[in-house]
């Protein structure tokens, strides 16, 4: 994990899972009173997307009996990102459940009502089995971090969710959020136009159809595209402050000049699927592409 800002010292952000209003201004309180941010859920379903959108540094949730939705969130967190601590809220009498919790994943378990001392002890060894910070490892000036994926549109999601966790946890919230938007536009690019050329009017007539899905499915099993990928690299240069991001793809590109000519400032009308390069241009002003047009570069200051 490249996390530039800090060490175990550093303020964290917590997800509360918890239907209990006065269980989530405990911790609230208690989170505050440490220097951290307290994001809340009231549901798992809830939380689920919420831990999606915003990548909290650790979780705690309640097991949501007799249900045992709780259960069933542990383990979406561990599939998604196994390095989130998460921690059990439980009840006297809840021993089997919270065993089971513990056994799909969860780290630890913190007993209610809530007592300070509990809560500041069971915090701090979650913060203890975060990863480690670049930033405070002695020595090391550049940082490369390298995923491929399978160009399936259904992976979009929780590849840049890896991207993100690996590489940018330490940004503020906007640009956490506008980093994400600008991934999500430009890894799909890759896949739909790069990998499996797929054009923009075929994507809506088979939209329209409801045969986007099955369309993917022949493009991915055609010999012509069936063994490519797209190759996702952050580079932290911790002397710069800076992330550069390369997304790659092994399709045939496209004339990239087109958009630069533009000056980025409208999308063209002969090509509306131009919306994703506009989208993250507005983010990150200083996006560009290889010769071929098959792999898009953009970076992302860190002061």
């Known amino acids: 994990m490249i996390d530039m800002t800090g060490s175990h010292r550093q303020a964290r952000t917590l997800l509360v899972v918890a239907d209990n209003a006065v269980t989530q201004t405990v911790i609230l309180e208690h989170a505050r009173a440490k220097g951290h941010s307290v994001i809340s859920a009231t549901t798992p379903a809830l939380g689920l997307t919420t831990f999606d959108m915003t990548q909290p540094d650790i979780v705690i949730m309640d097991l949501f009996l007799p249900e045992q939705e709780g259960i069933k969130l542990v383990k979406q967190i561990r599939e998604r990102r196994p390095t989130c601590p998460v921690v059990l809220l439980t009840d006297a009498g809840q021993g089997e459940s919270m065993m089971e919790g513990l056994r799909a994943g969860a780290l630890d378990y913190l007993l209610q009502p809530i007592q300070e001392d509990a809560f500041a002890l069971v915090l701090q060894r979650a913060i203890h089995r975060l990863p480690a910070s670049v930033a405070d490892a002695p020595g090391v ?74 369309l993917i499915r022949r493009r991915r099993q055609d010999a012509c595209f069936r063994d490519r990928r797209v190759t996702i690299r952050a580079i932290y240069d911790k002397g710069q402050q800076i992330l550069t991001y390369r997304i790659a793809d092994n399709g045939k590109g496209f004339n990239w000049k087109v958009w630069v000519n533009s000056g980025f400032e409208v999308c063209p009308t002969s090509d509306v699927s131009g919306r994703g390069i506009f989208l993250a241009h507005s983010f990150f002003p200083d996006i560009m592409y290889n010769n071929w047009g098959n792999e898009v570069i953009f970076t992302v200051p860190l002061t």
Not at 166 to 182: D, P
Not at 183 to 194: F, K, P, T
Not at 200 to 207: D, E, P, Q, T, V
Request: glycine letters at 6%.
């Open 141 to 214: 000036e550049r940082v490369e971090y390298v995923l491929v994926s399978d160009p399936d549109p259904g992976y979009v999601d929780s590849t840049v969710n890896w991207v993100i966790h690996g590489t940018a946890m330490g940004l503020v919230e906007a640009r956490h959020l506008h980093l994400r938007a600008a991934l999500q536009e430009l890894v799909m690019n890759a896949i739909e136009h790069g990998c499996l050329e797929l054009g923009y009017h075929a994507k809506i007539k088979a939209l329209e159809r409801d045969q986007y899905h099955e």
